[in-house]
C-alpha cells in the first residue's frame, strides 16, 4: 500500500475523503497535515480551535503535522511554508498526498503542479462525484458535522451554526451547491466512522466579520479566485468540552 498524508481541513470533504482512503487497499492514510492561522490559533478558513483540530486528530488515532501562516501570509510565503512541510513528509517517506476536493479545476491543477515539483503524487477521491449525492451518503455513514462558517455573499447568518442533516440540505438555496464547493460554507465534523470518540464542544457565539482585500490582492494565498474577493463572513465558535 502506498503511504499517504490526508489535508485535513476539519471538515466534511477531508473526512468522507479520509473515510474513502481507509476502505481503499491502494493507500494508508498514517498522518494529517492542517493549516493553522497562528495569529488567531484556529484552522484557516473554518475558524476552529486548535485545540478542538488536536481532539479530532486523536479520536481518528492519526498523526498531525501543522503548518502555522500568518493571516496575511502571501502565496510566495504559503508556497514556502508548504514545500518545508512537504519536505518533513518526503523524509519520513510518504508518497501521496490526498484531497477533499471536489470540482474545482484550478485548484487541482496547482496541487497537482506544486506537487509534482517536489515528487509527491495528488489523490483526488471524490474528484467529480455528484455533490448532492455526497453530501446524503456523508449523513447516511453517520457523520455528524456543523456549520462554522457561512461566506456572506452566499448564505445568510441563521445557517451558520446548524447541523448538517437533511433538513439543512433541503434549505439550502438552489444556487448554493450541497457540499460547500464553491466556499459557501465550511463545516466541523465531530463524530462519525473514522472517529473513535466524538469530540464534545458546545456551541459559542457567532461572529460577523469583514474583511478588506490586502494591499498585495493578486498574491494572497487565501484569496478564492481571481475575479473577486468574498468579503464578509459569519463565524460560529465552538468551545471545547
Not at 501562516?69 to 514545500?83: P, Q, R, V
Not at 451558520?160 to 457540499?179: A, R, T, Y
Request: net charge negative.
Amino acid at each position: 500500500m502506498n503511504k499517504a498524508y490526508l489535508n485535513w481541513s476539519s471538515g466534511k470533504d477531508s473526512a468522507l475523503s479520509l473515510y474513502y482512503s481507509r476502505e481503499s487497499s491502494e493507500y494508508k492514510v498514517e498522518k494529517l497535515l492542517t493549516t493553522i492561522n497562528k495569529d488567531v490559533g484556529r484552522v484557516t478558513m473554518h475558524g476552529v480551535r486548535k485545540e478542538l483540530l488536536l481532539r479530532q486528530a486523536e479520536s481518528i488515532g492519526l498523526p498531525i503535522q501543522i503548518v502555522e501562516l500568518g493571516g496575511d501570509t502571501s502565496m510566495e510565503a504559503y508556497n514556502l511554508k508548504m514545500k518545508e512541510a512537504t519536505n518533513i513528509l518526503i523524509r519520513e517517506n510518504f508518497s501521496h498526498s490526498i484531497f477533499g476536493d471536489i470540482f474545482l479545476e484550478d485548484l487541482k491543477l496547482y496541487r497537482e503542479e506544486q506537487l509534482e515539483k517536489i515528487g509527491l503524487i495528488p489523490v483526488f477521491p471524490l474528484w467529480n462525484k455528484n455533490t448532492g449525492n455526497l453530501i446524503s451518503e456523508f449523513i447516511d455513514l453517520g457523520f455528524k458535522a456543523i456549520v462554522v462558517c457561512t461566506n456572506s455573499r452566499f448564505l445568510d447568518d441563521s445557517f451558520c451554526g446548524k447541523i448538517i442533516d437533511n433538513q439543512f440540505v433541503k434549505d439550502l438555496p438552489e444556487s448554493v451547491d450541497p457540499c460547500g464547493e464553491n466556499g459557501e460554507f465550511h463545516t466541523f465534523v465531530f463524530d462519525g466512522p473514522v472517529f473513535k470518540f466524538p469530540v464534545n464542544f458546545e456551541v459559542g457565539e457567532k461572529i460577523t466579520r469583514s474583511y478588506k482585500p490586502a494591499k498585495n490582492d493578486d498574491d494572497n494565498c487565501f484569496k478564492d479566485d481571481q475575479k473577486t474577493w468574498d468579503t464578509e463572513f459569519c463565524f460560529c465558535d465552538l468551545i471545547p468540552k
